[in-house]
């Protein structure tokens, strides 16, 4: 795949639930239309010109070489890293990505510092075999495949991405689940149950709505909605024993971590 260099890599993310981030390639494959935030950046920002182009990612070659000057110096301020907050380290059918990942948490993991990852891709089972502080999560907003092709058109398959899930919570991994942006019923019905039954074996969920989308905004009483599916969340999570985050601006009462 293409590359590209970058002069930095680790930062101090601004979202609500992160500490260091690092995004080590550029553009996603996934080609998420929801729409996709860190897309709408990319353009907005000139680091991208269109949607093909976004969907071409490159992958950034000096990854482990940035690592290793920046570790030493900010590994003291450091409480965990994620991957990726705008992009994905496991992209679907690219195996240099999930390679370059898996290498870069495992410096990570040999300085002290844990991570986490989010991904729409295969988690791989390689990742059992990191330390054990790491946590992994996936996407899932549904598990109708007819929408995923549509919303996400080039990330896996919900069940495969599931199943990835499973298979290192049976290894002893940490495991958490995403589930944002959550589609609004004029975009897809279904039973936000379902979905939470399918991951009732992860250690913590995090619940969102979609934003950015004049569809979801134009639904009838869709604040009131929202509310009612975080609470909905929030009762099984409280009935499971599973750590719950509602993102900001989904329940209309304060954030619940």
């Not at 944002?180 to 019923?185: H, R, T």
């Amino acid at each position: 795949m293409k590359t590209i260099t970058r002069k930095t890599m680790l930062y101090k993310t601004g979202v609500e639930y992160g500490d260091y981030t690092m995004n080590h390639v550029q553009g996603c494959a996934h080609g998420c239309e929801y729409p996709c935030y860190a897309m709408l950046m990319a353009k907005r920002f000139g680091r991208v010109k269109s949607y093909a182009e976004w969907c071409e990612p490159l992958l950034v070659s000096n990854t482990l070489e940035l690592l290793d000057k920046e570790i030493p110096r900010l590994k003291s301020k450091i409480k965990s890293v994620h991957l990726c907050f705008t992009t994905d380290p496991f992209m679907y059918g690219y195996d240099e990505i999930a390679h370059m990942s898996i290498a870069a948490m495992r410096k990570l993991n040999d300085a002290g510092i844990p991570c986490s990852a989010l991904s729409k891709g295969i988690l791989p089972i390689e990742l059992a075999e990191l330390s054990s502080k790491n946590v992994y999560g996936i996407t899932l907003v549904s598990l109708d495949e007819r929408y995923r092709e549509k919303v996400e058109p080039g990330a896996a398959p919900y069940a495969q991405r599931v199943a990835a899930l499973r298979a290192l919570h049976d290894r002893g991994c940490k495991t958490w689940v995403s589930i944002e942006p959550y589609p609004s019923p004029n975009l897809i019905e279904q039973d936000l149950l379902a979905i939470l039954d399918a991951v009732s074996f992860v250690d913590r969920i995090i619940f969102g709505r979609t934003n950015y989308n004049k569809a979801v905004s134009a639904y009838p009483g869709v604040k009131r909605w929202y509310d009612d599916r975080a609470r909905e969340v929030i009762a099984f999570c409280d009935q499971h024993g599973i750590a719950c985050h509602i993102k900001k601006g989904t329940l209309m009462d304060a954030p619940r971590s």
